[in-house]
T-cell receptor, first 106, second 114 residues
């Protein structure tokens, strides 16, 4: 089955810093989504991005499907950005990576 | 608010018991997915239903079963519960039954087995 690897596993930032999270996947996929799981456990949709680039406020994402990776950019991070960021791909079912745990310090 | 509703939000029960988790998908969505999130296994796909029919099956134990009803809501039944079944159970829905639809997740049902 498809393997999904996220890096880094953990990240600590000072408020205001920028970061890039990476997601590698082992096979071609028809769907790629980024989620934020907040400290209360809620999974919040960030991007549906099987290919190309999208931006939403301070967040943006790029998927290069031919090279089997996706990047999530967080700019001017805020403490409310803390939580776990998951990449998930679908080639039959949505398969999640292990996540990047982000902690933003004031 | 994703539009996917899960009940109950929290559930505490004892080993050997049986529980039912309920999910109402977003209006118009035909696919329902169930996922389990535990500390050691991460987010694991359990099962998918599309318009009442089972579409895909993942790592779902034989003690677990699910169904999707004509009004499209779904229930996940967990029986003979063990301590290791303690987890956050998510339901998700999408408009599509194919590989490419965007999934939207409910807030989850947190199950604690004592």
């Amino acid at each position: 089955g498809i393997q999904v690897e996220q890096s880094p596993p953990d990240l600590i930032l000072q408020e205001g810093a920028n970061s890039t999270l990476r997601c590698n996947f082992s096979d071609s996929v028809n769907n790629l989504q980024w989620f934020h799981q907040n400290p209360w456990g809620q999974l919040i949709n960030l991007f549906y991005i099987p290919s190309g680039t999208k931006q939403n406020g301070r967040l943006s994402a790029t998927t290069v499907a031919t090279e089997r990776y996706s990047l999530l950019y967080i700019s001017s991070s805020q403490t409310t950005d803390s939580g776990v960021y998951f990449c998930a791909v679908q080639g039959g079912k949505l398969i999640f990576g292990q996540g990047t745990e982000l902690s933003v310090k004031p | 608010d994703s539009g996917v509703t899960q009940t109950p939000k929290h559930l505490i029960t004892a080993t050997g018991q049986r529980v039912t988790l309920r999910c109402s998908p977003r209006s118009g969505d035909l696919s329902v997915y169930w996922y389990q999130q535990s500390l050691d296994q991460g987010l694991q796909f359990l099962i998918q239903y599309y318009n009442g029919e089972e579409r895909a099956k993942g790592n779902i134990l034989e003690r677990f079963s699910a169904q999707q009803f004509p009004d499209l809501h779904s229930e996940l039944n967990l029986s003979s519960l063990e301590l290791g079944d303690s987890a956050l159970y998510f339901c998700a829905s999408s408009a599509s039954g194919s590989d490419s639809g965007e999934l939207f997740f409910g807030e989850g049902s947190r199950l604690t087995v004592l």
